[in-house]
């Protein structure tokens, strides 16, 4: 009751350190985040475990979608992707750096969602908090709604 978000909060909200990403040099992923990160932002995280199948490849352009429709925020909000398997061409998405999993077991992604049969975009907020996810379900002006109100409200990022 009193809702007004669309996608799926994530209570308690879980530190991005602790899914052991790693950008493509090996860096730690959570290492853009926290308060002081001089660039840190909000990020949309496209997660998929397996090959990228057509919903993969439907988050992955839903992102971007929302990304571009968030206006004069879109700055505040960047985009990453964890694709074991991505699609043969990301050419059209300069913007999406590819994530891996570090030299940790295996990643225990918040929700207890799989993967390979519901991809998901996961919300992360500048302190580098997993704080919100959508499934293929979701639709770009749900997700887009969610985003606005988080940019009018927050102060960060």
């Known amino acids: ?14 530190p991005v350190a602790e899914l052991g990403l790693v950008n493509a040099d090996g860096q730690p992923f959570a290492d853009r985040f926290g308060p002081m990160h001089p660039d840190a932002s909000w990020l949309m ?3 998929n475990e397996g090959p990228c199948s057509e ?9 971007r979608q929302v ?14 992707a ?23 077991e295996a990643i225990r ?3 207890g969602v799989d993967l390979e049969q519901a991809p998901q975009i996961y919300v992360i907020d500048p302190f580098g908090n997993v704080m919100m996810r959508y499934g293929p379900a979701m639709d770009g002006k749900a997700i ?7 940019m009018k409200i ?3 990022g």
Do not use: F
């Not at 925020?73 to 990453?80: E, I, L």
């Open 45 to 47: 995280l496209v997660a």
């Open 154 to 156: 927050s102060q960060i």
């Open 1 to 14: 009751t009193g809702q007004s978000n669309n996608g799926v909060l994530i209570d308690p909200s879980v």
């Open 55 to 63: 919903a993969c490849q439907q988050q992955i352009y839903l992102a």
């Open 67 to 80: 990304n571009v429709a968030l206006g004069k925020n879109q700055d505040r909000m960047s985009r990453a």
């Open 144 to 150: 887009l709604e969610d985003l606005k109100h988080l």
């Open 82 to 104: 964890y694709l074991p398997e991505p699609p043969a061409d990301l050419s059209g998405y300069p913007d999406m750096p590819l994530l891996r999993a570090g030299e940790t």
């Open 109 to 111: 992604w918040p929700g």
